[in-house]
C-alpha cells in the first residue's frame, strides 16, 4: 500500500510538471503574463495618485492604435 501510493505520487507529479511546462511555453501564457503586468502597474499608478485614471494612458504603445478616440 505504501510503495503504491508513492508510485501514484510520483506519476501524479510527473503529469503536473508536464503540464505546467507546456503552459508555460505557450502564447496565452506570455500573454496574459504582460495584460497581469499592465494592470498592476496602472493600478499602482493609480492608487499612488501620480496618474489621472485615463485607460487610454495606460496602454502599451502597440495598443494605442486600437483605441477609438
Sequence with gaps: MKYRDAI???IALALTSVAL??????????????AEARGVRALTLVAS????????????????GTVQQ
Design 49 to 64: 495618485g501620480e496618474s489621472v485614471c485615463d485607460p487610454a494612458n495606460m496602454l502599451s504603445s502597440n495598443e494605442t
Design 21 to 34: 511546462a507546456g503552459v508555460v511555453y505557450t502564447d496565452a501564457y506570455s500573454h496574459t503574463a504582460k
Design 8 to 10: 501514484f505520487a510520483t
